[in-house]
């Protein structure tokens, strides 16, 4: 097995373990971490070149929620028909992750990142809104307005993830010279 493929291993291990520590809860809460799932597919797309990597973390995340409701007693208000645009919301971010490989300069990561979070935030709740069958009364300004709340949580808890790694990497460039 060549160093590449044991990184990629490593790499995908961690990203399998962070999402099933902190998946259970979305915003998280004072005893646990939010959900790192949205910083999950934007690193696997960054850092797994094997695009099979997305099904096994869809399957993931699937497979939690799975457990959360039947068996930790997690609302099941969010599984509905308007749940299957979890499956293009993080394939959005894998995808961005995969344009962030062609950008070396972080401020523009960090751009494509924040851009691809915002995207997915929407393409999430419009398919909430025009598929569970919850908001058939609710038109489409007032769900926007019911919606906004969650938007600076839902980007930071992504944030509190790519911010350290991009921090990290940042400081490993700066002293990628001096080690030459």
Do not use: K
């Not at 992504?158 to 940042?170: D, E, G, K, T, V």
């Amino acid at each position: 097995m060549t160093n590449s493929r044991i990184n990629q291993g490593l790499l995908a291990a961690a990203l399998i373990a962070l999402m099933g520590a902190t998946r259970f809860y979305h915003f998280g809460t004072t005893l646990h971490l939010p959900d790192a799932s949205l910083a999950v597919f934007l690193l696997a797309g960054l850092w797994l070149r094997d695009a099979r990597w997305l099904a096994a973390l869809l399957l993931q995340a699937a497979a939690i929620d799975y457990l959360a409701i039947t068996q930790f007693g997690v609302s099941d208000y969010c599984v509905t028909p308007g749940y299957t645009f979890l499956l293009p919301t993080y394939a959005l971010l894998w995808a961005a992750g995969r344009g962030m490989q062609r950008v070396s300069a972080w401020h523009l990561q960090a751009a494509i990142a924040t851009a691809a979070v915002s995207a997915a935030f929407v393409l999430s709740n419009v398919g909430f809104y025009a598929f569970s069958g919850r908001y058939t009364d609710l038109g489409a300004a007032a769900f926007a307005r019911e919606v906004a709340q969650y938007y600076l949580p839902y980007l930071t808890s992504a944030a509190i993830y790519l911010a350290p790694l991009a921090l990290a990497s940042a400081l490993l460039r700066l002293r990628r010279p001096a080690l030459a």
